[in-house]
């Protein structure tokens, strides 16, 4: 069983979404228990205060440490000092199936809600928090973030969703997007069902089907295809549809004898093809930037990158790799 700590100012918050569908049939199941921990509780003072104004002025206010440490060590005495205690926070690192994976193995996880301008540092810092954000946008409070996390976590606990199918087979289970599913009628509107899923022979759906994926990818997602897991019938399948995962190279430094040389060489030896390369020198300084096929690169895009910028230090250059997709809305106007 997952127990959940939520530590919240709207504890009701969390009690009313939980009363419904899945989320409550786990529950009932004992497959899942979540405990909503009100932090005003521990505040001190009849007016049950947990917030102040910000040392060094701006607006808004800030939840105060005190009860908000006392919270995590009640949630921690509860479940065991080695649960980690998770804040939700925008500016957190962001989340996604392979961390949920990762926290359904655990037996519980305390989860931080935090309101106004933030909480007070020393109270994470004290707790030793880790921070989690759901994207690049800002809610009104963490509670909604909490939800999500109990949901995706909740489903991957055997026995919640009944059948291991249900997420194996979908959105990130194996580093691509999900293929599109279809159900009766037939035909609807004049539109059809893909011929192949009325077939009856199994693999010739697996094959839509993780080809239809492969094309969601590549249309919507193309930086999860570094990390996907891509045999050769894949990346066959991929460059027959002119579909590329690019990257972006650059490479700054004092001009030398042999970075071209060199930075050519360790690409081809990792089987990335050069699609398109400038290069200048301009009182001394060289910069060039090469656009990559990295398509075919196995170690993963952030070792690539790392190993990237271990050649560049010992050649005496900058070198950095960027997803094109990255690169291109850093640098749009």
């Given at each position: 069983?997952?127990?959940?700590?939520?530590?919240?100012?709207?504890?009701?918050?969390?009690?009313?979404?939980?009363?419904?569908?899945?989320?409550?049939?786990?529950?009932?199941?004992?497959?899942?228990?979540?405990?909503?921990?009100?932090?005003?509780?521990f505040?001190?003072?009849?007016?049950?205060?947990?917030?102040?104004?910000?040392?060094?002025?701006?607006?808004g206010m800030?939840?105060?440490?005190?009860?908000?440490?006392?919270?995590?060590?009640?949630?921690?005495?509860?479940?065991?000092?080695?649960?980690?205690?998770i804040?939700?926070?925008?500016?957190?690192?962001?989340?996604?199936?392979?961390?949920?994976?990762?926290?359904?193995?655990?037996g519980?996880?305390?989860?931080?809600c935090?309101?106004?301008?933030?909480?007070?540092?020393r109270?994470?810092?004290?707790?030793?928090?880790e921070?989690?954000?759901?994207?690049?946008f800002?809610?009104?409070?963490?509670?909604?973030?909490?939800?999500?996390?109990?949901?995706?976590?909740s489903?991957?606990?055997?026995?919640?969703?009944?059948?291991?199918?249900?997420?194996?087979?979908e959105?990130?289970?194996?580093?691509?997007?999900?293929?599109?599913?279809?159900?009766?009628?037939?035909?609807?509107?004049?539109?059809?069902?893909?011929?192949?899923?009325?077939?009856?022979?199994?693999?010739?759906?697996?094959?839509w089907?993780?080809?239809?994926?492969?094309?969601?990818?590549?249309?919507?997602?193309?930086?999860?295809?570094?990390?996907a897991?891509?045999?050769?019938?894949?990346?066959?399948?991929?460059r027959?549809?002119?579909?590329?995962?690019?990257?972006?190279?650059?490479?700054?430094?004092?001009?030398?004898?042999?970075?071209?040389?060199?930075?050519?060489?360790?690409?081809?030896?990792?089987?990335i093809?050069?699609?398109?390369?400038?290069?200048?020198?301009?009182?001394?300084?060289?910069?060039?930037?090469?656009?990559?096929?990295?398509?075919?690169?196995?170690?993963?895009f952030d070792?690539?990158?790392?190993?990237?910028?271990?050649?560049?230090?010992?050649?005496?250059?900058?070198?950095?790799?960027?997803?094109?997709?990255?690169?291109?809305?850093?640098?749009?106007?």
């Amino acid at each position: 069983m997952m127990v959940f700590y939520v530590l919240t100012l709207f504890p009701d918050m969390i009690r009313d979404a939980l009363n419904y569908s899945i989320l409550k049939r786990a529950a009932e199941d004992g497959l899942i228990e979540v405990h909503c921990v009100d932090i005003r509780d521990f505040s001190v003072g009849k007016h049950r205060q947990a917030d102040d104004a910000p040392y060094g002025g701006g607006a808004g206010m800030v939840m105060t440490p005190g009860p908000v440490f006392c919270a995590c060590e009640f949630a921690r005495n509860a479940l065991g000092a080695d649960e980690p205690v998770i804040c939700l926070t925008p500016r957190g690192r962001p989340y996604n199936q392979r961390k949920a994976e990762e926290l359904s193995g655990r037996g519980g996880l305390i989860l931080l809600c935090g309101h106004y301008e933030g909480i007070d540092q020393r109270a994470l810092d004290a707790v030793g928090a880790e921070e989690i954000s759901l994207g690049d946008f800002v809610l009104t409070g963490g509670e909604p973030a909490a939800l999500a996390i109990i949901d995706s976590v909740s489903r991957l606990i055997p026995g919640v969703l009944g059948k291991v199918e249900s997420f194996q087979n979908e959105s990130f289970s194996d580093g691509l997007l999900e293929y599109p599913q279809y159900t009766r009628p037939a035909v609807f509107n004049g539109m059809r069902v893909p011929e192949e899923l009325l077939s009856g022979r199994h693999k010739s759906i697996a094959k839509w089907r993780r080809r239809q994926s492969l094309l969601k990818t590549a249309e919507t997602r193309p930086d999860l295809l570094a990390g996907a897991d891509l045999n050769d019938d894949d990346l066959t399948f991929l460059r027959e549809g002119k579909f590329f995962m690019k990257g972006i190279i650059t490479v700054l430094g004092n001009d030398r004898v042999g970075i071209i040389a060199k930075v050519c060489t360790f690409l081809s030896n990792e089987g990335i093809n050069i699609l398109d390369i400038s290069q200048t020198i301009i009182q001394g300084y060289f910069n060039m930037m090469m656009i990559v096929d990295v398509t075919n690169n196995v170690r993963g895009f952030d070792e690539l990158a790392q190993n990237l910028k271990t050649l560049g230090d010992e050649i005496g250059v900058q070198i950095k790799l960027q997803h094109e997709d990255i690169f291109n809305s850093m640098h749009r106007i």
